[in-house]
């Protein structure tokens, strides 16, 4: 972040922080001999091997495996460039850190900075990546408490909802351990009238999301998992 970077400050995010929200056993940590040799950053290394990625049930874009794959991998038989005009180096210093359906997010090994990709969009907004470092990637996965994963509930295997009950602070509340009658059918809620609004809920995560890093719901690779979050696709 340059002298002239009128962007906020990046918070930056810690091991203890993370195995609070995710737990000990969900972060992926890298042994400084098996990271890439494309990851020559000192940040990125550093965060790589001592803090670590979350890979948890509520861990929004987790990383994919084999982790740590370079984009160049990934991509075969084609070439990066292919899928993503305008990268770095057409990709070729760049790692996956995370996925979400299509949508990918690679490292840039030199610098630091996270790219937010979605096939045939421009892997920019307003010349800037995504993100400005693994920290601000991580921390934007931070923004999806109870509320945001509420929306999702529907899309969840049993699981994955029970879960996100057992530790995420406040989803048993919005979505219950269902009940059923004596038939076997699942007894609706009394009263629904409590339920959060799903337009409001898209409003204050799509605010949270561009307070840590302005325009990041702008970048396509958002744009997709933000419509799949309210519509279910």
């Known amino acids: 972040?340059?002298?002239?970077?009128?962007?906020?400050?990046?918070?930056?995010?810690?091991?203890?922080?993370?195995?609070?929200?995710y737990g000990p056993d969900h972060l992926l940590r890298v042994p400084v001999a098996d990271l890439p040799d494309a990851i020559t950053n000192p940040a990125a290394r550093a965060f790589l091997t001592g803090i670590g990625l979350p890979r948890a049930v509520n861990a929004i874009v987790p990383p994919v495996d084999p982790p740590l794959i370079s984009l160049s991998e990934a991509c075969e038989p084609d070439e990066a460039a292919a899928f993503w005009a305008g990268l770095p180096d057409d990709g070729a210093g760049m790692v996956v850190v995370g996925a979400w359906g299509p949508s990918v997010f690679a490292l840039d090994g030199?610098?630091?900075?996270?790219?937010?990709?979605?096939?045939?969009?421009?892997?920019?907004?307003?010349?800037?990546?995504?993100?400005?470092?693994?920290?601000?990637?991580?921390?934007?996965?931070l923004a999806f408490g109870a509320k945001e994963l509420y929306l999702l509930a529907d899309l969840m295997d049993p699981d994955s909802l029970n879960w996100c009950r057992e530790h995420v602070p406040g989803f048993v509340e919005l979505v219950p351990v269902p009940e059923y009658d004596e038939d076997g059918f699942e007894i609706d809620p009394e009263d629904e009238s409590e339920a959060p609004d799903p337009d409001e809920i898209l409003a204050g995560l799509?605010?949270?999301?561009?307070?840590?890093?302005p325009d990041l719901s702008h970048h396509a690779?958002?744009?997709?998992?933000?419509?799949?979050?309210?519509?279910?696709?």
């Open 221 to 233: 690779a958002w744009q997709f998992i933000l419509q799949h979050y309210r519509h279910g696709y």
């Open 206 to 213: 799509i605010a949270k999301l561009d307070r840590i890093e």
């Open 110 to 141: 030199a610098n630091g900075e996270v790219y937010a990709l979605l096939t045939g969009q421009s892997p920019t907004v307003n010349g800037r990546p995504a993100y400005r470092n693994l920290h601000s990637f991580v921390r934007a996965q």
């Open 1 to 21: 972040m340059t002298s002239d970077d009128s962007r906020p400050r990046i918070a930056p995010v810690s091991r203890a922080e993370l195995e609070q929200i």
